[in-house]
């Protein structure tokens, strides 16, 4: 690839995603980690808009610390107003690269001031994250992948490959942090990474990666336009805090579960799988007396089950 135009071209992405999702923000912040995505979006990022650079330090690996002081340092370098280290506790549920994802959101939202996050996820990232979620069978909706703009996260290298992030940090003169972790065969992404996609782009010919990604916005698509109508049928089929099934049998099964699904987040469920949703959906399609499904637990920790009565869909909470 032709390194002078690499910091173009990531320029050009930036500035052509802040005047379509951004054109009123008057600063932004930015997710560092050191990595070259990152850096490389923070060098473009401080040239455009008064940028506060937030780095996450997971405390995973032996010297988070100062990998995270160099890159703090790295943003002031590069022009970034601010540049805050933030530590964080990461649980265990969920896996440690879901715990840490948690962790890593749940800090930049708090420190980032109501400005938007600028995040460094490539066309790499999107094609990982699809084959992720038809490895595990989640359903369309995980395998739309990740929205370029899903405020305050902003995305705005999706349709950029890995590589050119990398050739903009060497044209720049700047040494990225190299993250062991993504290289670790202990995690399902780097497995992918590191295996699954090169053998695919082999088998196939190439051009694996974009097809991904293009099979992503498809899905995204109709996953938004089965959220629109969902969003104009629910206040017809809640009968107090429960559904009506009467109202949810009649409607298309993409919508009548993407309701189930609106109205089981509102109820406090978390990580919902499809299984779970096409569960709760067979208690109202072919409702032959059968128990409660359980649908997760809520932020205080109960767990929480789906059932019917009375022709009704309400949700019973248990203790754990």
């Given at each position: ?83 805050q280290t933030i530590a964080v506790t990461v649980g265990a549920e969920g896996g440690p690269e879901a715990a840490a994802r948690t962790a890593r959101y749940a800090a930049l939202d708090e420190a980032r001031d109501r400005a938007p996050v600028l995040l460094g996820h490539t066309l790499d990232d999107q094609a990982e994250t699809v084959l992720l979620g038809l490895g595990r069978g989640s359903g369309p909706r995980s395998m739309a992948g990740m929205r370029p703009y899903d405020p305050p996260w902003c995305r705005p290298l999706l349709g950029l490959r890995r590589e050119l992030t990398r050739d903009a ?152």
């Amino acid at each position: 690839m032709d390194r002078p135009r690499a910091v173009a071209r990531l320029r050009a992405a930036l500035v052509a995603f802040a005047e379509q999702q951004l054109p009123e923000a008057g600063r932004w912040c930015v997710a560092l980690s050191g990595g070259p995505d990152s850096l490389a979006l923070t060098a473009v990022a401080a040239r455009e808009r008064p940028t506060t650079a937030l780095i996450v330090d997971h405390g995973l690996q032996p010297g988070s610390a100062q990998v995270a002081d160099l890159a703090r340092s790295q943003a002031l370098e590069l022009g970034c107003v601010a540049a805050q280290t933030i530590a964080v506790t990461v649980g265990a549920e969920g896996g440690p690269e879901a715990a840490a994802r948690t962790a890593r959101y749940a800090a930049l939202d708090e420190a980032r001031d109501r400005a938007p996050v600028l995040l460094g996820h490539t066309l790499d990232d999107q094609a990982e994250t699809v084959l992720l979620g038809l490895g595990r069978g989640s359903g369309p909706r995980s395998m739309a992948g990740m929205r370029p703009y899903d405020p305050p996260w902003c995305r705005p290298l999706l349709g950029l490959r890995r590589e050119l992030t990398r050739d903009a940090c060497a044209e720049l003169g700047l040494t990225p942090w190299l993250d062991p972790h993504n290289s670790d065969k202990r995690f399902t992404r780097a497995r992918l990474r590191s295996e699954v996609l090169p053998l695919l782009e082999e088998v196939l010919g190439g051009g694996v990666a974009e097809a991904l990604a293009r099979t992503a916005t498809a899905l995204r698509e109709n996953t938004e336009l089965v959220d629109a109508l969902a969003e104009q049928a629910l206040p017809g089929a809640t009968a107090g805090a429960g559904l009506d099934t009467a109202g949810l049998v009649a409607l298309p099964g993409p919508v009548r579960r993407a309701v189930i699904r609106r109205w089981l987040l509102a109820g406090g469920g978390r990580g919902l799988t499809d299984l779970q949703i096409r569960a709760v959906d067979r208690l109202v399609t072919h409702w032959r007396g059968q128990g409660g499904v359980a649908v997760g637990s809520d932020l205080r920790g109960e767990r929480l089950f789906a059932v019917r009565g009375d022709g009704l869909l309400r949700l019973r909470r248990e203790p754990c």
